[in-house]
Protein backbone atom coordinates (compact mmCIF):
# COMPACT_ATOMS: atom_id res chain seq x y z
CA UNK A 1 0.00 0.00 0.00
CA UNK A 2 1.04 3.55 -0.85
CA UNK A 3 1.02 5.82 2.72
CA UNK A 4 0.54 9.53 2.55
CA UNK A 5 4.56 9.69 3.83
CA UNK A 6 5.35 8.23 0.65
CA UNK A 7 3.59 10.72 -1.07
CA UNK A 8 5.11 13.65 0.94
CA UNK A 9 8.44 12.46 -0.01
CA UNK A 10 7.93 12.22 -3.36
CA UNK A 11 6.34 15.91 -2.80
CA UNK A 12 9.83 16.63 -1.05
CA UNK A 13 11.90 15.28 -3.85
CA UNK A 14 9.65 16.84 -6.65
CA UNK A 15 11.70 19.17 -9.62
CA UNK A 16 8.90 20.76 -10.74
CA UNK A 17 7.53 21.82 -7.13
CA UNK A 18 7.84 25.69 -7.61
CA UNK A 19 5.73 25.21 -10.91
CA UNK A 20 2.09 25.36 -8.78
CA UNK A 21 2.86 28.66 -7.81
CA UNK A 22 1.72 30.14 -10.86
CA UNK A 23 -1.99 28.92 -10.66
CA UNK A 24 -4.73 30.05 -8.42
CA UNK A 25 -6.21 27.37 -7.31
CA UNK A 26 -8.79 27.41 -4.75
CA UNK A 27 -8.54 26.44 -0.90
CA UNK A 28 -9.67 22.58 -0.13
CA UNK A 29 -10.29 21.76 -4.10
CA UNK A 30 -8.18 19.12 -6.03
CA UNK A 31 -8.71 19.68 -9.60
CA UNK A 32 -8.27 16.52 -11.75
CA UNK A 33 -9.55 18.55 -15.07
CA UNK A 34 -7.19 19.95 -16.30
CA UNK A 35 -7.46 17.84 -18.97
CA UNK A 36 -11.06 19.53 -19.84
CA UNK A 37 -10.45 22.94 -18.41
CA UNK A 38 -6.89 24.33 -17.48
CA UNK A 39 -6.44 26.03 -14.19
CA UNK A 40 -6.18 30.31 -14.01
CA UNK A 41 -2.56 31.17 -14.17
CA UNK A 42 -1.88 34.24 -11.62
CA UNK A 43 -0.22 36.06 -14.41
CA UNK A 44 -3.38 35.81 -16.78
CA UNK A 45 -5.13 38.38 -14.87
CA UNK A 46 -2.71 41.16 -15.18
CA UNK A 47 -1.47 40.05 -18.50
CA UNK A 48 -5.52 40.32 -19.82
CA UNK A 49 -6.01 44.00 -17.75
CA UNK A 50 -2.91 45.45 -19.30
CA UNK A 51 -4.24 44.48 -22.22
CA UNK A 52 -7.98 45.89 -21.78
CA UNK A 53 -6.85 49.04 -19.72
CA UNK A 54 -3.50 49.99 -21.65
CA UNK A 55 -3.31 48.35 -24.84
CA UNK A 56 -7.04 48.90 -25.99
CA UNK A 57 -8.04 51.67 -23.48
CA UNK A 58 -5.42 54.12 -23.94
CA UNK A 59 -3.58 53.40 -26.89
CA UNK A 60 -6.56 52.20 -28.77
CA UNK A 61 -6.03 51.00 -32.31
CA UNK A 62 -2.24 51.52 -32.96
CA UNK A 63 -1.94 48.59 -30.30
CA UNK A 64 -2.29 46.58 -33.47
CA UNK A 65 1.10 47.71 -34.34
CA UNK A 66 2.73 48.77 -30.63
CA UNK A 67 1.41 46.15 -29.02
CA UNK A 68 2.32 43.38 -31.10
CA UNK A 69 -1.84 42.51 -31.74
CA UNK A 70 -1.73 41.93 -35.07
CA UNK A 71 1.55 39.55 -35.25
CA UNK A 72 -0.27 37.41 -31.74
CA UNK A 73 -1.08 34.62 -33.42
CA UNK A 74 2.15 33.42 -34.60
CA UNK A 75 3.81 34.43 -31.69
CA UNK A 76 1.86 32.62 -29.55
CA UNK A 77 2.52 29.93 -31.77
CA UNK A 78 6.00 29.95 -32.12
CA UNK A 79 5.59 29.42 -28.33
CA UNK A 80 3.17 26.44 -28.71
CA UNK A 81 5.35 25.01 -31.22
CA UNK A 82 8.14 24.14 -28.82
CA UNK A 83 6.27 21.78 -26.83
CA UNK A 84 4.99 20.29 -29.87
CA UNK A 85 8.24 19.17 -32.06
CA UNK A 86 7.46 22.06 -34.52
CA UNK A 87 9.69 24.88 -35.69
CA UNK A 88 8.82 28.58 -35.68
CA UNK A 89 6.60 30.20 -37.85
CA UNK A 90 4.78 26.51 -38.12
CA UNK A 91 2.14 27.12 -35.65
CA UNK A 92 -0.47 29.55 -35.49
CA UNK A 93 -2.59 29.74 -32.57
CA UNK A 94 -6.67 30.98 -33.97
CA UNK A 95 -9.95 29.76 -34.08
CA UNK A 96 -11.29 26.74 -32.30
CA UNK A 97 -10.10 23.25 -32.76
CA UNK A 98 -13.26 22.21 -34.65
CA UNK A 99 -12.39 24.88 -36.96
CA UNK A 100 -8.96 24.42 -37.63
CA UNK A 101 -9.68 20.85 -38.25
CA UNK A 102 -11.84 21.80 -40.96
CA UNK A 103 -8.80 23.81 -42.74
CA UNK A 104 -6.36 21.32 -42.00
CA UNK A 105 -8.47 18.12 -42.94
CA UNK A 106 -9.53 20.59 -45.93
CA UNK A 107 -6.10 21.15 -47.01
CA UNK A 108 -5.26 17.50 -46.84
CA UNK A 109 -7.74 16.11 -49.03
CA UNK A 110 -6.92 19.04 -51.60
CA UNK A 111 -3.09 17.53 -51.47
CA UNK A 112 -3.92 13.77 -51.40
CA UNK A 113 -6.32 13.80 -54.03
CA UNK A 114 -4.34 16.06 -56.27
CA UNK A 115 -1.52 13.20 -56.26
CA UNK A 116 -4.81 10.93 -56.63
CA UNK A 117 -8.10 11.40 -57.44
CA UNK A 118 -8.98 7.91 -56.33
CA UNK A 119 -8.30 8.00 -53.15
CA UNK A 120 -11.66 8.60 -51.52
CA UNK A 121 -11.53 7.43 -48.02
CA UNK A 122 -10.74 9.40 -44.65
CA UNK A 123 -9.22 7.00 -41.84
CA UNK A 124 -10.59 7.97 -38.12
CA UNK A 125 -11.26 5.84 -34.94
CA UNK A 126 -15.36 5.25 -34.53
CA UNK A 127 -14.49 6.42 -30.75
CA UNK A 128 -12.62 9.80 -31.75
CA UNK A 129 -13.94 12.92 -30.42
CA UNK A 130 -17.52 13.53 -31.78
CA UNK A 131 -16.59 16.53 -33.17
CA UNK A 132 -13.55 15.50 -35.33
CA UNK A 133 -15.49 13.03 -36.42
CA UNK A 134 -18.44 15.75 -37.55
CA UNK A 135 -16.26 18.14 -39.75
CA UNK A 136 -15.10 14.53 -41.09
CA UNK A 137 -18.63 13.62 -42.54
CA UNK A 138 -19.13 16.78 -43.38
CA UNK A 139 -15.97 17.23 -45.65
CA UNK A 140 -16.77 13.76 -46.81
CA UNK A 141 -20.30 15.08 -47.75
CA UNK A 142 -18.52 18.01 -49.67
CA UNK A 143 -16.25 15.91 -51.61
CA UNK A 144 -18.31 12.62 -52.24
CA UNK A 145 -15.58 11.07 -49.96
CA UNK A 146 -16.53 7.79 -47.03
CA UNK A 147 -15.47 7.88 -43.51
CA UNK A 148 -14.43 4.86 -42.76
CA UNK A 149 -14.50 4.59 -38.63
CA UNK A 150 -12.71 1.42 -37.07
CA UNK A 151 -11.41 0.62 -33.74
CA UNK A 152 -7.88 1.35 -32.86
CA UNK A 153 -6.47 -2.20 -32.77
CA UNK A 154 -7.96 -2.06 -36.77
CA UNK A 155 -6.00 0.58 -37.97
CA UNK A 156 -3.10 -1.25 -39.71
CA UNK A 157 -5.83 -3.17 -42.04
CA UNK A 158 -7.69 -0.49 -42.22
CA UNK A 159 -4.98 1.71 -44.11
CA UNK A 160 -4.95 1.34 -48.26
CA UNK A 161 -3.73 2.72 -51.04
CA UNK A 162 -7.18 3.97 -51.70
CA UNK A 163 -6.86 5.93 -48.59
CA UNK A 164 -6.20 9.71 -48.88
CA UNK A 165 -6.00 11.11 -45.23
CA UNK A 166 -5.40 8.96 -41.48
CA UNK A 167 -6.93 11.51 -38.81
CA UNK A 168 -6.83 10.65 -35.63
CA UNK A 169 -6.44 11.91 -31.69
CA UNK A 170 -3.51 11.43 -30.43
CA UNK A 171 -4.24 10.54 -26.97
CA UNK A 172 -8.19 9.35 -26.57
CA UNK A 173 -10.40 11.95 -24.82
CA UNK A 174 -12.11 9.02 -22.96
CA UNK A 175 -9.42 6.21 -22.29
CA UNK A 176 -6.24 8.35 -22.28
CA UNK A 177 -4.56 5.71 -25.03
CA UNK A 178 -2.48 7.10 -26.73
CA UNK A 179 -1.25 5.91 -30.11
CA UNK A 180 2.37 5.18 -31.62
CA UNK A 181 2.60 8.69 -33.83
CA UNK A 182 6.01 7.97 -35.60
CA UNK A 183 4.76 4.39 -36.28
CA UNK A 184 1.97 5.36 -37.93
CA UNK A 185 2.83 8.36 -39.84
CA UNK A 186 5.50 5.91 -40.96
CA UNK A 187 2.74 3.39 -42.54
CA UNK A 188 0.47 6.27 -43.64
CA UNK A 189 3.37 7.64 -45.49
CA UNK A 190 4.76 4.52 -47.14
CA UNK A 191 0.97 4.19 -48.60
CA UNK A 192 0.74 7.75 -49.62
CA UNK A 193 -1.54 8.73 -47.23
CA UNK A 194 -1.42 11.99 -45.82
CA UNK A 195 -1.72 12.52 -41.72
CA UNK A 196 -4.26 14.74 -39.40
CA UNK A 197 -3.34 14.29 -35.72
CA UNK A 198 -5.64 16.64 -32.82
CA UNK A 199 -3.37 17.29 -29.86
CA UNK A 200 -6.07 18.54 -28.04
CA UNK A 201 -5.09 15.68 -25.13
CA UNK A 202 -1.20 15.76 -25.65
CA UNK A 203 0.00 19.65 -26.30
CA UNK A 204 1.51 20.65 -22.99
CA UNK A 205 1.02 17.04 -21.33
CA UNK A 206 3.07 14.29 -23.80
CA UNK A 207 6.40 14.92 -25.61
CA UNK A 208 5.39 15.48 -29.03
CA UNK A 209 7.28 15.42 -32.01
CA UNK A 210 6.03 16.82 -34.76
CA UNK A 211 9.05 17.32 -37.03
CA UNK A 212 10.63 13.98 -36.09
CA UNK A 213 7.86 11.91 -36.18
CA UNK A 214 6.94 12.93 -40.14
CA UNK A 215 3.57 13.88 -39.48
CA UNK A 216 1.66 16.07 -42.00
CA UNK A 217 -0.85 18.04 -40.30
CA UNK A 218 -1.65 18.69 -36.43
CA UNK A 219 -4.70 20.83 -34.38
CA UNK A 220 -4.88 21.30 -31.01
CA UNK A 221 -6.69 23.23 -28.12
CA UNK A 222 -6.06 25.99 -25.86
CA UNK A 223 -7.96 25.75 -22.71
CA UNK A 224 -6.89 22.12 -21.69
CA UNK A 225 -3.73 21.60 -20.73
CA UNK A 226 -2.00 24.96 -21.47
CA UNK A 227 -4.40 26.63 -19.58
CA UNK A 228 -5.54 29.46 -22.35
CA UNK A 229 -9.21 29.79 -20.43
CA UNK A 230 -12.69 28.83 -21.28
CA UNK A 231 -13.17 28.97 -24.95
CA UNK A 232 -9.32 29.79 -25.40
CA UNK A 233 -7.68 30.37 -29.19
CA UNK A 234 -6.69 26.17 -30.71
CA UNK A 235 -3.88 26.10 -32.96
CA UNK A 236 -3.04 24.47 -36.24
CA UNK A 237 0.47 23.21 -37.65
CA UNK A 238 1.18 21.99 -40.64
CA UNK A 239 4.62 20.28 -42.06
CA UNK A 240 6.34 22.51 -43.95
CA UNK A 241 7.20 20.53 -46.94
CA UNK A 242 3.14 21.15 -47.49
CA UNK A 243 3.94 25.13 -46.83
CA UNK A 244 3.44 26.49 -50.51
CA UNK A 245 1.04 23.95 -51.56
CA UNK A 246 -1.12 23.55 -48.89
CA UNK A 247 -4.58 25.48 -49.29
CA UNK A 248 -7.50 25.88 -47.06
CA UNK A 249 -11.05 26.92 -47.43
CA UNK A 250 -11.48 29.46 -45.21
CA UNK A 251 -9.91 32.35 -47.33
CA UNK A 252 -10.33 35.43 -45.12
CA UNK A 253 -8.19 37.83 -45.27
CA UNK A 254 -5.65 37.51 -42.26
CA UNK A 255 -4.67 34.36 -44.37
CA UNK A 256 -3.78 37.22 -47.40
CA UNK A 257 -0.27 37.42 -48.91
CA UNK A 258 -0.62 41.55 -48.44
CA UNK A 259 -3.94 41.81 -45.79
CA UNK A 260 -3.30 45.71 -46.09
CA UNK A 261 -3.31 45.81 -49.86
CA UNK A 262 -6.91 45.13 -50.03
CA UNK A 263 -6.71 43.61 -53.44
CA UNK A 264 -9.86 42.15 -54.46
CA UNK A 265 -7.81 38.58 -55.36
CA UNK A 266 -6.94 36.16 -52.76
CA UNK A 267 -3.44 35.61 -52.80
CA UNK A 268 -2.64 32.96 -49.33
CA UNK A 269 0.72 34.39 -47.09
CA UNK A 270 3.73 32.37 -47.59
CA UNK A 271 3.94 29.89 -44.73
CA UNK A 272 1.50 28.88 -41.78
CA UNK A 273 0.32 32.20 -42.03
CA UNK A 274 -2.54 31.08 -44.58
CA UNK A 275 -3.89 29.46 -41.84
CA UNK A 276 -5.43 32.34 -40.51
CA UNK A 277 -8.86 33.64 -41.61
CA UNK A 278 -9.88 36.60 -39.53
CA UNK A 279 -9.92 38.99 -36.48
CA UNK A 280 -8.67 37.36 -33.62
CA UNK A 281 -9.95 38.02 -29.86
CA UNK A 282 -6.99 39.56 -28.40
CA UNK A 283 -8.40 39.25 -25.01
CA UNK A 284 -8.52 35.52 -25.12
CA UNK A 285 -5.31 35.20 -27.27
CA UNK A 286 -2.77 37.11 -24.33
CA UNK A 287 -4.91 34.65 -21.95
CA UNK A 288 -3.52 31.73 -24.11
CA UNK A 289 0.01 33.17 -24.51
CA UNK A 290 0.24 33.61 -20.68
CA UNK A 291 -1.52 30.30 -20.38
CA UNK A 292 1.51 28.33 -22.91
CA UNK A 293 3.72 30.47 -20.58
CA UNK A 294 3.11 28.49 -17.78
CA UNK A 295 4.13 25.31 -19.49
CA UNK A 296 7.24 26.58 -21.00
CA UNK A 297 8.27 28.06 -17.35
CA UNK A 298 9.40 23.89 -16.67
CA UNK A 299 11.38 24.67 -19.78
CA UNK A 300 14.02 25.20 -17.09
CA UNK A 301 13.34 22.20 -15.09
CA UNK A 302 14.10 19.65 -17.81
CA UNK A 303 10.94 20.75 -19.93
CA UNK A 304 8.43 18.22 -21.23
CA UNK A 305 10.43 15.39 -20.55
CA UNK A 306 10.28 16.31 -17.22
CA UNK A 307 6.68 16.81 -16.74
CA UNK A 308 5.97 13.51 -18.68
CA UNK A 309 7.95 11.85 -15.74
CA UNK A 310 5.66 13.28 -13.19
CA UNK A 311 2.66 12.56 -15.05
CA UNK A 312 3.22 9.35 -15.61
CA UNK A 313 4.55 9.29 -11.83
CA UNK A 314 1.05 10.66 -11.06
CA UNK A 315 -1.10 8.69 -13.41
CA UNK A 316 0.74 5.63 -12.07
CA UNK A 317 -0.14 6.60 -8.79
CA UNK A 318 -3.58 6.95 -9.02
CA UNK A 319 -3.83 3.35 -10.88
CA UNK A 320 -2.10 1.63 -8.18
CA UNK A 321 -4.09 3.17 -5.51
CA UNK A 322 -7.27 2.49 -6.70
CA UNK A 323 -6.68 -1.11 -7.11
CA UNK A 324 -5.57 -0.81 -3.62
CA UNK A 325 -8.14 1.39 -1.79
CA UNK A 326 -11.61 0.16 -4.52
CA UNK A 327 -10.98 -3.61 -4.52
CA UNK A 328 -14.63 -3.98 -3.37
CA UNK A 329 -15.94 -1.68 -5.75
CA UNK A 330 -15.45 -3.52 -9.31
CA UNK A 331 -12.90 -0.71 -9.96
CA UNK A 332 -11.60 -1.44 -13.73
CA UNK A 333 -9.41 1.09 -14.81
CA UNK A 334 -9.73 1.70 -18.68
CA UNK A 335 -6.36 3.69 -19.07
CA UNK A 336 -3.24 1.33 -20.57
CA UNK A 337 -1.06 0.19 -18.16
CA UNK A 338 1.90 0.82 -20.50
CA UNK A 339 3.19 4.28 -20.17
CA UNK A 340 3.91 4.40 -23.74
CA UNK A 341 0.47 4.04 -24.73
CA UNK A 342 -0.80 5.93 -21.69
CA UNK A 343 -0.90 10.24 -21.84
CA UNK A 344 -1.80 12.13 -18.80
CA UNK A 345 -5.25 10.86 -17.60
CA UNK A 346 -6.68 7.85 -15.67
CA UNK A 347 -10.14 6.46 -17.14
CA UNK A 348 -12.23 3.67 -14.78
CA UNK A 349 -15.71 2.28 -14.54
CA UNK A 350 -17.18 1.30 -10.98
CA UNK A 351 -20.27 -0.86 -10.31
CA UNK A 352 -21.69 2.11 -8.71
CA UNK A 353 -23.27 4.90 -10.90
CA UNK A 354 -20.65 7.09 -12.79
CA UNK A 355 -22.25 9.99 -12.78
CA UNK A 356 -23.65 10.03 -9.20
CA UNK A 357 -20.29 9.46 -7.47
CA UNK A 358 -18.39 12.23 -10.06
CA UNK A 359 -21.21 14.22 -8.32
CA UNK A 360 -20.35 13.35 -5.11
CA UNK A 361 -16.40 13.57 -5.25
CA UNK A 362 -17.13 17.13 -6.77
CA UNK A 363 -19.12 17.93 -3.50
CA UNK A 364 -16.14 16.60 -1.75
CA UNK A 365 -14.02 18.78 -3.80
CA UNK A 366 -12.66 16.53 -6.12
CA UNK A 367 -13.11 17.57 -9.64
CA UNK A 368 -12.99 15.12 -12.30
CA UNK A 369 -15.45 14.44 -14.91
CA UNK A 370 -18.03 12.22 -16.50
CA UNK A 371 -18.70 10.57 -20.03
CA UNK A 372 -20.94 8.91 -21.14
CA UNK A 373 -20.49 5.40 -22.63
CA UNK A 374 -21.74 5.01 -26.30
CA UNK A 375 -24.46 2.18 -26.16
CA UNK A 376 -24.39 1.68 -30.02
CA UNK A 377 -20.71 1.08 -30.07
CA UNK A 378 -19.13 -2.22 -30.85
CA UNK A 379 -16.30 -2.51 -28.87
CA UNK A 380 -17.35 -3.26 -24.91
CA UNK A 381 -15.03 -0.04 -23.76
CA UNK A 382 -16.67 2.26 -25.89
CA UNK A 383 -19.98 1.40 -24.20
CA UNK A 384 -18.60 2.13 -20.87
CA UNK A 385 -19.46 4.82 -18.60
CA UNK A 386 -16.22 6.37 -17.14
CA UNK A 387 -14.99 8.73 -15.07
CA UNK A 388 -12.11 10.90 -16.29
CA UNK A 389 -9.30 12.16 -13.93
CA UNK A 390 -6.80 14.16 -15.59
CA UNK A 391 -3.13 14.46 -14.16
CA UNK A 392 -1.95 17.62 -14.94
CA UNK A 393 1.83 18.03 -13.78
CA UNK A 394 2.26 21.38 -13.96
CA UNK A 395 0.27 21.82 -10.61
CA UNK A 396 -0.81 18.53 -8.88
CA UNK A 397 1.11 16.99 -6.08
CA UNK A 398 1.40 13.12 -5.37
CA UNK A 399 -0.32 13.89 -1.87
CA UNK A 400 -3.26 15.02 -3.94
CA UNK A 401 -3.92 12.23 -6.29
CA UNK A 402 -3.70 10.30 -2.69
CA UNK A 403 -5.84 11.95 -1.40
CA UNK A 404 -8.67 12.22 -4.02
CA UNK A 405 -8.63 7.84 -3.99
CA UNK A 406 -9.67 8.27 -0.11
CA UNK A 407 -12.15 10.80 -0.67
CA UNK A 408 -13.54 8.50 -3.75
CA UNK A 409 -13.22 5.45 -0.99
CA UNK A 410 -15.17 7.24 1.13
CA UNK A 411 -18.05 8.06 -1.11
CA UNK A 412 -18.19 4.28 -2.53
CA UNK A 413 -17.61 2.68 1.27
CA UNK A 414 -20.09 5.14 2.93
CA UNK A 415 -22.43 5.20 -0.62
CA UNK A 416 -22.70 8.58 -0.51
CA UNK A 417 -23.13 9.08 -4.19
CA UNK A 418 -26.89 7.75 -3.16
CA UNK A 419 -27.64 10.94 -2.02
CA UNK A 420 -30.68 11.72 -4.82
CA UNK A 421 -28.73 15.61 -5.09
CA UNK A 422 -25.66 13.74 -7.15
CA UNK A 423 -28.25 12.14 -9.57
CA UNK A 424 -29.22 15.42 -10.71
CA UNK A 425 -28.19 15.83 -14.96
CA UNK A 426 -26.20 19.44 -15.46
CA UNK A 427 -26.38 20.35 -19.36
CA UNK A 428 -21.78 20.21 -19.21
CA UNK A 429 -20.91 16.70 -17.61
C1 LIG B 1 -11.53 19.26 -26.53
C2 LIG B 1 -11.49 18.69 -27.89
C3 LIG B 1 -11.98 19.42 -28.98
C4 LIG B 1 -12.63 20.75 -28.75
O1 LIG B 1 -13.06 21.37 -29.88
P1 LIG B 1 -13.62 22.87 -29.81
O2 LIG B 1 -13.69 23.28 -31.19
O3 LIG B 1 -12.66 23.65 -28.96
O4 LIG B 1 -14.93 22.84 -29.11
C5 LIG B 1 -11.86 18.85 -30.24
N1 LIG B 1 -11.28 17.65 -30.42
C6 LIG B 1 -10.82 16.92 -29.39
C7 LIG B 1 -10.19 15.59 -29.62
C8 LIG B 1 -10.92 17.41 -28.09
O5 LIG B 1 -10.47 16.69 -27.07
Known sequence: MITLQDCQAHDRADPLAPLRAQFDLPDGVIYLDGNSLGALPRATAERVQRTLRQEWGQDLIQSWNSAGWFAQPLATGDKIARLIGAGPNQVVAADTTSVNLYKALSAAIGLARAADPARRRIVSERSNFPTDLYIAEALCREHGMVLQLVHADELPQALDEQVAVLMLTHVHYRSGRMHDMAALNARAQALGILTVWDLAHSAGAVPVDLLGSGADFAVGCGYKYLNGGPGAPAFVWLNPRHHAQAWQPLAGWWGHARPFGFSPHYEPAPGIARFQCGTQPMLSLVALDA????????????????????????????????QDELAGH???????????????????????????????????GVIGDYRAGDPEAPHPEDRMDLLRFGMTPLYLRHTDVWQAVQTLRQILDQGLWRDPRHARRHAVT
Not at 293 to 311: C, F, H, I, N
Open 291 to 322: GVDTVLAAEALGGMAALRRKSLALTELFMQTA
Open 330 to 364: GVQIVTPQDPAARGSQVSLVLDADGYAVMQALIAH
